[in-house]
């Protein structure tokens, strides 16, 4: 007889399907039950080391004796007819399939129950920690600290962490929490101070069941400037065991290490996060953000967080046009060079060097280094969102906004990333859907301009002029606003009150500390048309004239820039230069590159200059392919805007303005209920 026919006669093998499957489902059990009955994480694990160890012992228990009526009796001493060996073998694949079935269960269970419950149990958000510092100026620590305790919480991923941005508006220790905790869809809050006083630092935290009040674990401590480093991730660790959350190994690593040993790096690196969580994407805080984080490299070269966050400002400043010179790009790049090379593991790291590819349009590359730190740090809102402005630039436009979607999941209110969603349905001609979500944004902020701003440009687009001018008219003008100022003008330009708009632009242009960039280059291209459509030609041409010299000068000394172009455009087209109109307008559209959002409203751009020096028909030509495009001439912009002026009485133009009514309300009535939207 074959060793297999003997291992199957003695039921060896359905002794070991046995002993694994109830291995498995004890195993299941103990993890399931460990929290509840204080087990530490490790049970689980010996548990499964000890049955390793235990099976070949039970394989030759197994051999040498079997379960009779009698009981267990060696092998060869007692005769034990087939029909025996035939009834056990059947008994032993019922205990086989029951033992089976309980593991199914308790996974499942694990996955589907346990898991939904826990990951409630272990949300946190971190509030704002209070500065108790008697210098005012210390904020930045108090800050720093919370965002580094935030974010070390964040990278443990058996927690739920809310990002700061969707906490920086609460109050540090507020009375309301239970109903903060359910704005933010979480069971935990994390409240905290800091006091700085020469150098030393008091930190005192405290984290609390929102629903209950309850005080799940507080503690202070008292360290020197030079030994402050490793309090965050003390600060990580404890909550994550209080709140019984499981840490492998390689977080536990992460946690215990520091960024830098160095104070004063850390105090600028620091100062650096503060900054550019003020107000991030702002053009001093950028550029603070950055100073501060060369200084905590130039103090500490091995400092990788900090080549990081340095590499992600310099980039956003020279991508935003801020300050386009070779010399801020290679600084970027310098940067995330240094934190992939001292730290090639890390998220930030591979962030960093994905920001800098897809500002450089190297999409591919990007999504690369992108899926490398999302790997590394799942679920961060800030590598979601570089993925949905990734996506959104390569012409994938609801896979960007799924991805910001998720990101919101994290960062529930994060006006940014909700704005962003909104502006990319608007773009592809989803007015109400655009709607929905600016609305989601106002119940956070409902008096804030900008949002209220961004409303009124949606309904401009669907047509709806009077009900934009019932949101903005109420207003104040703020001419530092680029984005709102622009609105305005396109506000004022549809209403033709050309006056309105020459003063607010020529209070624009002549405000103190204003500096010509590619955004607000716009603002002499509007006063100019306006000058120009209000009949005061001679105005106009001084204003065009102007305008051009500086433009030009700035593309000279920041390099290619396809907005620059466009307002080139459409200062040459009211100079009575068509040849030039056309040229900068396709130059405009071909600097675009990759970027398949800005190459469509570059397009438009183009139809614009086009129309606006008289070539009625490539004006026309060009807006036929623009009105079914994935990003299309938006219906308000055709109906509304004086620059289609001179092409309405054309049968081609009126064509063109049906065919976008049709395509409004054909996207209107498969939207009954605004899929995609909170």
């Not at 033992?99 to 898991?115: E, G, K, M, P, S």
Request: hydrophobic fraction near 45%.
């Amino acid at each position: 007889m074959s060793l297999f026919a003997e291992l199957k006669r003695r039921n060896v093998l359905r002794a070991a399907a046995l002993y694994v499957g109830a291995s498995w489902a004890l195993a299941q059990g103990i993890s399931q039950l460990s929290p509840a009955i204080g087990l530490p994480d490790w049970a689980t694990r010996w548990f499964l080391i000890a049955a390793a160890i235990g099976f070949p012992f039970a394989m030759v228990l197994s051999w040498f004796y079997e379960w009779t009526p009698r009981g267990i009796v060696r092998e060869g001493e007692v005769e034990v007819p087939e029909t025996v060996r035939y009834s056990t073998g059947r008994k032993l694949d019922f205990a086989i399939i029951g033992v089976l079935a309980i593991a199914v269960v308790l996974l499942l269970t694990d996955r589907f129950v346990a898991h939904k419950d826990a990951s409630l149990d272990k949300s946190i958000a971190v509030l704002p920690f209070a500065n108790l510092s008697s210098d005012k100026d210390n904020a930045y620590f108090a800050i720093g600290i919370q965002d580094e305790i935030l974010t070390r919480l964040a990278k443990i991923r058996a927690l739920k962490v809310i990002s700061r941005t969707s906490t920086q508006r609460y109050a540090s220790s507020p009375d309301n929490l239970p109903e903060i905790a359910r704005q933010l869809g979480v069971a935990n809050i994390l409240e905290g101070s800091v006091q700085k006083s020469g150098d030393r630092v008091h930190i005192n935290v405290q984290l609390i069941q929102a629903a209950t009040d309850q005080h799940l674990w507080a503690d202070s401590y008292d360290r020197k400037l030079d030994d402050v480093f490793g309090v965050e991730g003390e600060v990580a660790q404890t909550i994550a065991q209080t709140l019984q959350a499981r840490l492998s190994g390689a977080e536990v690593a992460q946690l215990a290490a520091l960024p830098t040993t160095n104070p004063a790096a850390y105090d600028a690196y620091l100062r650096g996060l503060a900054a550019e969580r003020s107000v991030f994407g702002s053009v001093p805080t950028l550029k603070a953000a950055a100073a501060f984080h060369a200084q905590a490299t130039a103090l500490d070269p091995k400092f990788a967080l900090a080549w990081a966050r340095g590499s992600i400002d310099d980039g956003l400043i020279w991508f935003q046009g801020f300050d386009r010179s070779p010399a801020r790009l290679e600084v970027a790049r310098h940067g995330a060079d240094m934190a992939m090379q001292l730290a090639p593991e890390s998220p930030e790291g591979w962030l960093a060097k994905g920001m800098l590819l897809y500002h450089t349009q190297d999409y591919d590359g990007a999504r690369t280094a992108y899926a490398e730190a999302d790997r590394r740090w799942p679920d961060n809102p800030e590598i979601l969102a570089a993925r949905g402005f990734l996506e959104r630039r390569s012409g994938h436009f609801d896979q960007a906004i799924a991805l910001f979607t998720r990101a919101l999941d994290r960062d529930p209110q994060n006006i940014g990333n909700i704005t962003t969603v909104s502006d990319t349905c608007n773009s592809l001609g989803r007015p109400r859907q655009a709607l929905a979500w600016v609305d989601r944004a106002l119940t956070f902020n409902p008096t804030d301009a900008a949002i209220i701003n961004r409303k009124a440009e949606y309904l401009i687009a669907a047509g709806e002029l009077d009900a934009a001018g019932r949101l903005l008219d109420p207003l104040p003008i703020d001419v530092d606003d680029v984005y709102a100022t622009q609105n305005r003008a396109i506000y004022l330009f549809a209403r033709r009150d050309y006056p309105a708009a020459i003063r607010m632009l020529q209070r624009a242009v002549h405000a103190p500390g204003f500096v010509l960039n590619a955004w607000n280059g716009y603002y002499y291209v509007y006063l100019g048309w306006a000058q120009k459509l209000s009949g005061d030609t001679g105005a106009a041409r001084a204003t065009f004239s102007e305008a051009r010299a500086r433009i030009q000068a700035l593309e000279a000394s920041t390099g290619d820039n396809g907005y620059l172009a466009s307002q080139l455009a459409f200062l040459d087209a009211g100079l009575g230069d068509a040849d030039g109109a056309e040229r900068e307008g396709r130059l405009g559209v071909q600097r675009a590159g990759k970027d398949r959002l800005n190459a469509l409203g570059l397009t438009v751009s183009l139809a614009a200059a086009q129309a606006l020096s008289g070539r009625k028909q490539q004006a026309l030509t060009t807006l036929e392919g623009l009105v079914n495009a994935p990003v299309p001439i938006l219906y308000g912009d055709l109906k509304l805007s004086p620059f289609w002026d001179g092409l309405r009485g054309d049968p081609r133009f009126a064509a063109l303005l049906a065919a976008s009514q049709a395509r409004l309300e054909a996207q209107a009535r498969s939207e009954p209920g605004l899929e995609g939207t909170p």
